[in-house]
């Protein structure tokens, strides 16, 4: 069975979270992993000789009360979206976030992490300096990333931008995989330019390739390429939108731009971060 791993600080923005964790396990049918992680202050303990030590156990055991606390709310959530059967257990583990989220997946064969973002929106914190831009630079395993205002909707299209590069491919397949599980539909979109090097062939092939899978092409002839990308998100309906990780300097401009106020709506839907 998957595993989805969700890291969790019982906050709303962690909860809502959850909610899409639990959603998409049910479609994928997967169980999910909760890791709560806090880091201990770091103490001299030359100015604590005697009671360092019991410092230290303290702040475990305050963590551990407030994990048993908060952990029933979740089995209520569960319960509400009467999604109770879906398994899923806890890990709580001290240190760094990162740090502790690759061990998980190395060592419990993780097939994605679903993680909620605290932004307004969501956008910057997916691609800038932040606790969800340093896991999607790390991790080996998509990363489904949920702005704190986004409300679960079921998954009917995923959107997916590409120059039919062939090291788009291996994402692309990731992203048809998790459509099919979740009976929805790739939409995948090629903004071509002026400048564009794409040959009618390459575009025909691909087609070809992708003929038996649930994949929508739409080539759009447009030199403004942030434009055609949000109106496209806006106009297909896009549900999540699927990127390549090494297309964040690209998306942080894409949602820096003065088009910020027309995405409005649609900057809640998840994002989700494939490798090439």
């Given at each position: 069975?998957k ?6 600080d ?44 019991t ?16 952990v029933?709310?979740l ?11 879906i ?27 679903v ?29 489904l ?31 048809i ?91 809640e ?8």
């Amino acid at each position: 069975m998957k595993k989805i791993l969700v890291p969790t600080d019982f906050s709303e923005v962690a909860n809502n979270a959850f909610v899409h964790a639990l959603e998409l396990a049910s479609k994928v049918d997967a169980e999910l992993l909760l890791l709560h992680t806090y880091e201990l202050p770091i103490v001299d303990n030359q100015f604590f000789p005697e009671n360092y030590q019991t410092i230290f156990d303290s702040l475990e055991m305050a963590q551990f009360e407030k994990f048993k606390e908060l952990v029933p709310k979740l089995h209520e959530i569960a319960e509400d979206r009467k999604l109770q059967h879906i398994k899923f257990s806890h890990i709580i583990m001290d240190g760094d976030l990162v740090y502790n989220i690759k061990e998980c997946i190395a060592k419990e064969g993780i097939y994605m992490v679903v993680m909620g973002t605290s932004g307004a929106t969501g956008w910057k914190e997916v691609f800038i300096g932040t606790n969800t831009g340093e896991v999607i630079s790390s991790v080996n395993v998509p990363v489904l990333c949920i702005p704190a205002v986004a409300d679960f909707n079921y998954i009917k299209n995923i959107g997916f931008t590409t120059r039919f590069r062939e090291k788009d491919k291996v994402a692309l397949t990731k992203t048809i995989e998790i459509a099919k599980l979740t009976h929805s539909k790739v939409k995948c979109l090629y903004v071509q330019t002026d400048s564009s090097d794409v040959v009618d062939d390459k575009i025909t092939y691909w087609k070809e390739e992708f003929k038996n899978d649930p994949i929508q092409f739409f080539v759009i002839p447009n030199d403004e390429v942030t434009t055609t990308i949000l109106d496209f998100i806006i106009n297909q309906e896009i549900d999540v939108l699927a990127m390549v990780r090494h297309k964040r300097n690209f998306f942080v401009n894409l949602f820096e731009t003065s088009l910020a106020e027309k995405m409005s709506y649609k900057s809640e839907i998840p994002v989700l971060v494939l490798h090439e």
